[in-house]
């Protein structure tokens, strides 16, 4: 039952983080509209499709799990207690209606508008920043720490929906200033990163009630020093990518393998997340 919530918070996560994240760069990327709008388009609604069954299926596991039982997942008594009575469940309906509403979009003649998808996009995003450890603490440094939390997926997802796009560009290149593209990435990423570290140190500090949580090489500290490594080699090759912007040699075949490469580890942290988000963190003391 673990394990299924595990990679069932993983694959919410990344549908919903990529579906925001594409959204808020695609006119920040490429102002003008390109044949790349219709893969979006149709990208987007399957991740949609795909967020909200793993929705569904992220509430059912917790059910279960609650009630210490497979059966109870498909209890209807069950599941108005778990939604009624229960901080996740008081998040997740809004979360699921939101996540119905935007299929529901995305299905329409409502899809070309892109403020309503962002809008929406958001919203889901928002309702993901209370669930896990943001829930741990009450009062106003519960609310804080929900802010904290939000910023941190907002950073998170614009980077790796903009990467999304650069993969969807780089594999048809053709017609696009890829030296321009990349040059915008990087500065708005630049933004993202600090925010990324900035928010991510302050959650470490909260939730373990030091800079860093020991032993630190067992449990939530092990997995959260994986996560660490595997944005520091991304932002290795950001770098990389970026000291190679102006160098006209560079073949587009060793680009794409190298912002595939980051979008994975993006992946790859997102999946030490999924993880992290299910164990208790080491309290200093």
């Known amino acids: 039952m673990a394990s299924a919530l595990v990679l069932c918070r993983f694959l919410h996560f990344i549908v919903v983080l990529m579906l925001f994240g594409a ?10 509209e390109t044949s790349l709008d219709q893969s979006l388009a149709r990208i987007s609604r ?28 498909f209890d209807p008594a069950t599941l108005r207690l778990v939604l009624g009575s229960t901080f996740f469940g008081q998040v997740w309906r809004w979360h699921l209606l ?18 309503l998808r962002v809008l929406l996009g958001g919203l889901l995003l928002a309702t993901l920043a209370p669930v896990g450890h943001g829930a741990m603490l009450d009062g106003v440094e519960g ?32 017609g696009y200033p890829i030296n321009a593209l990349l040059l915008r990435f990087s500065g708005i990423g630049y933004l993202l990163v600090a925010g990324l ?42 770098l990389f990518n970026r000291l190679r912007i ?21 992946m790859g ?4 997340v999924s993880l992290l988000g299910t164990m208790p963190p080491m309290i200093a003391g």
Not at 56 to 67: D, E, G, K, N, Q
Not at 147 to 173: A, E
Not at 200 to 225: E, S
């Open 98 to 115: 939101f996540s119905g509403l935007l299929v529901a979009v995305l299905l329409s003649p409502l899809r070309a508008h892109l403020p």
């Open 143 to 174: 609310r804080l720490l929900i802010l904290n939390q939000l910023v941190h997926l907002t950073c998170v997802g614009i980077w790796l929906g903009g990467l999304m796009l650069l993969v969807m560009i780089l594999r048809r290149p053709a």
């Open 197 to 238: 570290l900035i928010t991510g140190l302050i959650n470490v500090r909260v939730l373990t009630g030091a800079f860093w949580p020991t032993p630190l090489f067992t449990g939530f500290a092990l997995i959260l020093l994986i996560k660490v490594a595997l944005v520091a080699v991304m932002l290795g090759l950001a």
């Open 269 to 272: 942290a997102v999946a030490a």
């Open 23 to 32: 959204w808020v760069f695609r006119p920040l990327l490429l102002g003008r």
């Open 46 to 73: 399957w991740l949609a499709a795909v967020a909200l069954i793993s929705g569904v299926c992220w509430l059912l596991l917790i059910t279960a799990s609650m009630a210490g039982a497979w059966e109870a997942a």
């Open 246 to 266: 102006n160098d006209r040699e560079q073949r587009l075949t060793t680009l794409r393998k190298s912002v595939i490469a980051e979008w994975l580890l993006g």
